[in-house]
């Protein structure tokens, strides 16, 4: 299965491949980063259904005085494995793994240097505001709107005072638990989003997903036989990821999803399958009719649901979602966390449902 890129595909190349392709002739070995920092890496990457090839080298760019940083490429034929990841530890305790963009080669104020990478790397029109008050690591953080036809992404990340890296995400303590760190970042959006499953789960399955995205289409049923079997100790939630840049009308219909959700919960898992079983004729000209017409054969309140579907606050609440995926390593759709792990479902799913058992094996 072809797992749809997210617009971080074309940021890798820009940044990571920039941190590491460029082979000097003479490679030094990537630093250790001690033991603590290669378990939070082992736990931050993918946990893949096949044997992959991992090997780690050093970075080719500079970081501040205080970082100290590695390469970490897998090689896999699963798309949701393959990639590129900088591993930073920082003196002051702290830990990174995700993207960085180099900003080698730009000039002005940090504000305009991410401006002009952002268009000359990804073609992308963002502007970028910079905190005034340093993180423990040194940082200052930085939120990057990226502009699209439905509104202002905002994408977070912390950069050098020299702005001569930015790190797209956060941070973690290296004590800290990383996984839980991770998912803590997505809990205000879990909150918000439509759930099924136990009230009181041993084992929480988020769902990165988009309407208009074949392999979502593919995936959209894997969920089911872990339901099935383990319902009452997995909760499943589904976490809105619609591509606005690739997609025309995903965001739509996660607007009408999530009103539906907020009248009639159960609903809403109807709908899911209306919108993937219909996914093939459905064009940005005829979601609309196909939503609100689901609405009204489902005896929904057609004025609040219009209401919602237009509303801007709820615009804001799915881009400034889709804005803490993008900033926190979710690189496609669909994309599962199982308790923080970020885990390849494998072929037909049967990876996840198996990672499920496992751990609630563990309990």
């Keep these: 299965m072809n797992v749809k890129r997210t617009f971080f595909a074309a940021l890798l190349v820009a940044t990571t491949a920039l941190a590491a392709a460029q082979t000097p002739p003479a490679p030094k070995p990537a630093p250790t980063l001690g033991e603590r920092a290669e378990a939070l890496a082992r736990e931050g ?14 970075l080719v760019h500079k970081l501040p005085p205080n970082l100290s940083g590695e390469v970490i490429r897998i090689e896999s034929p699963r798309m949701s494995c393959a990639g590129q990841w900088v591993a930073v530890t920082s003196r002051e305790g702290g830990f990174f793994l995700g993207v960085p963009w180099f900003l080698d080669g730009m000039s002005g104020s940090i504000e305009a240097k991410l401006k002009r990478f952002a268009w000359q790397n990804l073609q992308q029109n963002m502007d970028a505001v910079v905190g005034t008050k340093a993180t423990r690591d040194g940082l200052f953080p930085v939120t990057i709107y990226q502009t699209t036809e439905r509104g202002k992404i905002p994408l977070d990340g912390e950069i050098d005072p020299d702005g001569t890296v930015l790190f797209i995400g956060h941070f973690h303590p290296l004590n800290a638990d990383y996984l839980k760190s991770r998912l803590s970042i997505f809990q205000p ?54 591509l606005v840049t690739l997609h025309p009308w995903a965001f739509s219909a996660a ?19 209306e919108i993937y079983a219909n996914q093939d004729s459905l064009t940005a000209f005829t979601v609309d ?58 072929d037909n799913g049967k990876h996840l449902e198996e990672y499920v058992a496992g751990l609630l094996k563990k309990q």
């Design 45 to 58: 990457l993918p946990v893949c259904s096949t044997d992959v090839k991992q090997s780690v080298d050093a």
């Design 289 to 346: 009719q196909f939503t609100r017409g689901f609405a009204k054969d489902h005896d929904l309140d057609l004025a609040k649901f219009d209401a919602e579907v237009s509303s801007p606050e709820l615009t804001k609440t799915l881009l400034a979602g889709l804005g803490a995926a993008l900033s926190n390593d979710i690189r496609s759709t669909p994309t599962y966390l199982v308790n923080g792990a970020n885990v390849d479902p494998g």
């Design 255 to 273: 607007l009408a999803g999530r009103a539906i959700w907020d009248q009639k919960p159960d609903l809403f898992w109807e709908f899911k399958k």
């Design 189 to 242: 959006f879990i909150d918000a989003s439509p759930v099924t499953g136990a009230s009181n789960p041993a084992v929480t399955v988020v769902e990165f997903s988009d309407f208009e995205c074949p392999s979502c289409q593919h995936a959209s049923k894997y969920m089911e036989p872990i339901l099935q079997k383990f319902g009452s100790q997995v909760r499943y939630v589904r976490f809105d990821l619609p």
